[in-house]
């Protein structure tokens, strides 16, 4: 009896009952503001509005107490930040499905919260499974390797599956009403995106490649004045499939995608040869990018713009809206439900940050940051954890996967503060979108998994 209790997380689970009082006043307070009006009969009454949002936070407790049993040693600091960033979406949708409701009717969106919900018990499951499956034994079993020999020697399969799912989306995709885009694949009830998967590919693939030639890759034998190179056998398939990559997102105009790529990219690369001029060559390379498709996509122009000067913009309105939301916000916001976050398009996907900022104040916005700080930290910490055979292939995996989550919230973070050009792509575990949501759990439970193993 003893020994189970020592099992037990206690860090994860004080954690996590501390989330779930702060979701249940969150919900309170929301609930509130539309009791007795025509948005509480047009949501189905309260409540419709509380279950889809407060179920699946609960799910969080039973699986801190599913990996205590099964996986007691994985890093007890990874779940709660993941289950604060997800119950803020939940709350985010059970909050604006009514007002969108009352605005466009109940089938222009359709039941956003409890879509939401069932894409975070999904995703909740999907962790479960890649984090709890005897994994390792099966793999040994049917293919003699480990599930992480696996990963690792199979890398030019998961690239070409990953790259033919994008490829499939260029032909038989579909996109937003009115744009150019291909971007998801219909499934009937559900819409696959292939780019969110691609990254964990990408992430894997290189990964593999430059674990198994980070030395040759260290050493520089050729030189192009004061430029020195590696041979560029090994270093040029890395690269035609990151360029692959990156042309087929391009050619998608899903140029959201193609910066994290490329950001990740770069980042693994210097992490594995530690090499400067990397980025450097890298960032000059992007700059030339940027230039042309500047000039050549039109797309590109007109997001530039809109970064630029939005108010001399026919299409300005979106980004002048997201910066009125975020001033009216203040310091503590004007409440849960008391703002008009629906006035700003696209506020559960590409403003969900823009949301957060009106009602709950710099004070919110700040705490999110953090909760992504505490992440990043937590995965460069298991990084920096791990030891024995598969050292090098689990690390850099480890900071990949890390990254996506870093990297996806300041592009899209910087986008709605018109610190950068705004680009399409999600608030991890915040935003609305089910693929978004059942990758990241995916990359939760493979982190966690990775974390068990660090710790022997």
């Known amino acids: 009896m003893l020994d189970k209790l020592r099992r037990i997380r206690f860090i994860e689970l004080q954690?996590?009952?501390?989330?779930?009082?702060?979701f249940a006043s969150g919900y309170l307070l929301t609930s509130l503001r539309f009791v007795g009006t025509d948005f509480d009969r047009s949501a189905g009454g309260l409540l419709s509005l509380l279950w889809p949002s407060s179920l699946?936070?609960?799910?969080?407790?039973?699986?801190?107490?599913?990996?205590?049993?099964?996986?007691?040693r994985a890093d007890q600091l990874i779940l709660p930040p993941v289950a604060v960033l997800s119950g803020l979406g939940l709350l985010l949708t059970a909050r604006l499905e009514p007002q969108f409701n009352a605005l466009f009717g109940p089938d222009y969106y359709g039941s956003?919260?409890?879509?939401?919900?069932?894409?975070?018990?999904?995703?909740?499951l999907l962790l479960l499974g890649m984090a709890l499956a005897p994994l390792d034994r099966i793999f040994i079993r049917l293919q003699r390797m480990s599930f992480m020999d696996w990963l690792r020697h199979h890398r030019w399969i998961w690239i070409i599956v990953g790259l033919a799912l994008v490829a499939i989306t260029l032909v038989a995709g579909?996109?937003?009403?009115?744009?150019?885009?291909?971007?998801?694949?219909?499934?009937?009830?559900?819409?696959?995106?292939?780019?969110?998967?691609?990254?964990?590919?990408?992430?894997?693939?290189?990964?593999s490649y430059l674990d198994e030639h980070r030395e040759v890759m260290n050493e520089l034998p050729f030189r192009i004045g004061r430029l020195r190179l590696p041979p560029l056998p090994y270093l040029l398939p890395m690269v035609?499939?990151?360029?692959?990559?990156?042309?087929?997102?391009?050619?998608?105009?899903?140029?959201?995608?193609?910066?994290?790529?490329?950001?990740?990219?770069?980042?693994?690369?210097?992490?594995?040869?530690?090499?400067?001029?990397?980025?450097?060559?890298?960032?000059?390379?992007?700059?030339?990018?940027?230039?042309?498709?500047?000039?050549?996509?039109?797309?590109?122009?007109?997001?530039?713009?809109?970064?630029?000067?939005?108010?001399?913009?026919a299409n300005g309105y979106q980004p002048i809206q997201a910066l009125y939301?975020?001033?009216?916000?203040?310091?503590?916001?004007?409440?849960?439900?008391?703002?008009?976050?629906?006035?700003?398009?696209?506020?559960?996907?590409d403003y969900a940050f823009t949301t957060i900022a009106e009602e709950m104040g710099l004070a919110g916005a700040i705490g999110v940051l953090i909760l992504y700080l505490l992440l990043m930290y937590r995965g460069y910490h298991i990084a920096l954890s791990i030891n024995g055979r598969f050292r090098g292939f689990e690390q850099l995996l480890a900071i990949g996967l890390t990254s996506i989550w870093v990297i996806q919230a300041f592009i899209i973070i910087g986008g709605n503060l018109q610190v950068i050009p705004l680009t399409g792509i999600t608030l991890p575990f915040i935003s609305y979108g089910g693929s978004s949501v059942l990758v990241n759990f995916l990359m939760v439970g493979l982190l966690l998994r990775i974390s068990a193993h660090a710790r022997g």
């Open 15 to 22: 954690l996590l009952l501390t989330a779930l009082l702060f």
């Open 56 to 72: 699946p936070i609960l799910l969080f407790v039973l699986v801190s107490l599913i990996l205590a049993w099964r996986l007691p």
């Open 112 to 124: 956003i919260a409890s879509k939401q919900s069932l894409f975070v018990l999904a995703g909740v």
């Open 174 to 207: 579909e996109g937003p009403a009115g744009q150019d885009q291909r971007l998801w694949i219909d499934l009937g009830p559900f819409n696959l995106q292939p780019s969110e998967l691609l990254k964990v590919i990408l992430v894997i693939f290189l990964a």
């Open 240 to 313: 035609a499939m990151w360029g692959l990559s990156m042309g087929i997102i391009i050619i998608q105009r899903d140029l959201g995608a193609a910066l994290l790529l490329f950001i990740l990219f770069l980042s693994l690369l210097y992490v594995a040869t530690n090499k400067g001029w990397y980025v450097i060559v890298g960032l000059a390379a992007f700059a030339l990018g940027a230039y042309g498709m500047y000039h050549l996509i039109p797309r590109v122009g007109e997001r530039v713009g809109l970064w630029l000067d939005p108010w001399s913009m």
């Open 325 to 349: 939301a975020i001033s009216a916000g203040g310091v503590f916001g004007v409440g849960l439900g008391q703002g008009f976050p629906y006035l700003v398009p696209a506020a559960h996907t």
